[in-house]
């Protein structure tokens, strides 16, 4: 008999998007003639930097001859992309990583998924709540957590509500945690993390012996020069943080895929017996057993975000996005709506108007102004009240749903 894992079935049916894409397919059966601008899916539209797409093409050609060939790679990623990465997001910010504790990945919604084969399964975990669902999940799939309740919240799971009473950062914890999912800036919200923040979440760490996950996805949309990018950034986090970055968001990789995880010499856990164990080890050998490397030809476009002109072009498109969240943010606000995030994230986090709810939102923007957004409660209990705008559309797209947004 073919057993199945019973802890998917605990999973919450009505996903947010596959929600959305219902509402959305039957308003348009009903309106055909309706042009709907969908500023929902945090997905980028841009075309690829060009110095990334030049860097494949030659990767391609040498792929075709003999010299040039590449089977399979170092399972840990190329050094030379390892090292560009080290150079340039790190030892260029005063952080202390070193090429080897880098581990190139596809994507870093499976790498900070994976990352609980390593951790054991009597970890008490913290999440955001609003949150990006993947951790949440991750965690279900994997046996981690109680039944969801009514309110969607998982049993065993502490949830660490952000809303614009704590503005938007997270509170530590009230009863011991052992691993902390923190995202900034943030997916949903759009809030960014300052370095005073980021120490307390450390010295909480570190004080608890608590494993911070930092999902940095997003950095590369912090223009205040203040703001950390990296964890790292901030003394002791070696000692208690991984790190998970993309090539995704900020050069348009979502459909090429790369991204790499950052996981210090220092980090330690405990075996049930209590023996120190390094994280590096396990995450090594995950990864060695688990995965055969991400292709030579998309590593090769990653290295080249890193030359002058990948760099140029990545800042222009960062600059793109940006130039959008600030008109969504301006033209909102002109209609008269409370807005937050969208300075340092391409994330427009709204507070839902009129007494309306997340869904009741969405459903007046989408029937009046053929506009579709994400409602807040999809991202957890607490986002219930806001809805989240994405930066990421053509400017045409951006500015028509905007006037129709203000024309309501
Ligand atoms: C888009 C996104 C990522 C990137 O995921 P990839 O698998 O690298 O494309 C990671 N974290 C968050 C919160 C995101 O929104």
Request: hydrophobic content about 40%; some cysteine; overall charge negative.
């Amino acid at each position: 008999m073919v057993q199945v894992n019973d802890s998917y079935l605990r999973l919450k049916a009505g996903y947010l998007f596959p929600e959305i894409a219902r509402r959305v397919k039957a308003f348009t059966e009903a309106h055909p003639e309706a042009a709907v601008i969908r500023l929902g899916i945090g997905d980028v539209t841009e075309p690829l930097p060009a110095a990334c797409r030049e860097a494949m093409q030659q990767a391609i050609e040498a792929m075709g001859t003999r010299e040039g060939f590449h089977g399979y790679g170092p399972e840990q990623g190329y050094l030379w992309l390892r090292e560009a990465i080290a150079r340039h997001d790190f030892h260029a910010r005063g952080c202390e990583v070193s090429a080897e504790e880098i581990f190139v990945s596809d994507g870093s919604k499976c790498d900070s998924s994976n990352i609980l084969d390593i951790l054991g399964a009597g970890n008490r975990i913290a999440v955001t709540d609003p949150v990006y669902p993947v951790y949440v999940d991750s965690n279900v799939m994997a046996g981690r957590t109680g039944d969801a309740d009514a309110g969607g919240r998982y049993g065993g799971l502490t949830y660490l509500p952000i809303t614009a009473a704590n503005g938007f950062v997270a509170p530590l914890p009230e009863q011991p945690v052992d691993l902390i999912y923190l995202c900034f800036p943030n997916n949903p919200t759009g809030a960014v993390a300052t370095r005073e923040q980021l120490k307390q979440w450390i010295d909480y760490a570190l004080a608890n012996d608590a494993l911070i996950l930092f999902d940095a996805a997003y950095e590369a949309f912090i223009s205040d020069p203040e703001l950390p990018h990296s964890i790292y950034e901030i003394e002791g986090a070696r000692r208690c943080a991984i790190e998970f970055r993309s090539f995704s968001k900020n050069a348009g990789f979502t459909g090429t895929r790369c991204a790499f995880t950052v996981v210090p010499r220092e980090l330690t856990g405990t075996t049930a017996s209590g023996e120190p164990v390094e994280l590096w080890g396990l995450w090594n050998r995950r990864q060695s057993t688990k995965f055969n490397g991400v292709s030579y030809i998309v590593q090769r476009g990653a290295e080249a975000v890193y030359s002058p002109e990948g760099q140029e072009q990545v800042r222009a498109l960062i600059r793109f996005y940006m130039e959008n969240a600030a008109i969504i943010r301006r033209e909102l606000e002109a209609a008269g709506l409370q807005v937050f995030g969208g300075q340092q994230a391409p994330y427009v986090w709204i507070r839902t108007p009129d007494g309306l709810d997340s869904w009741g939102f969405f459903d007046h923007l989408l029937g009046q102004a053929h506009v579709v957004g994400t409602p807040g409660s999809g991202f957890g209990a607490a986002g219930e009240g806001y809805f989240r705008l994405s930066a990421f559309n053509s400017r045409a797209n951006v500015e028509e749903a905007m006037r129709r947004i203000r024309a309501l």
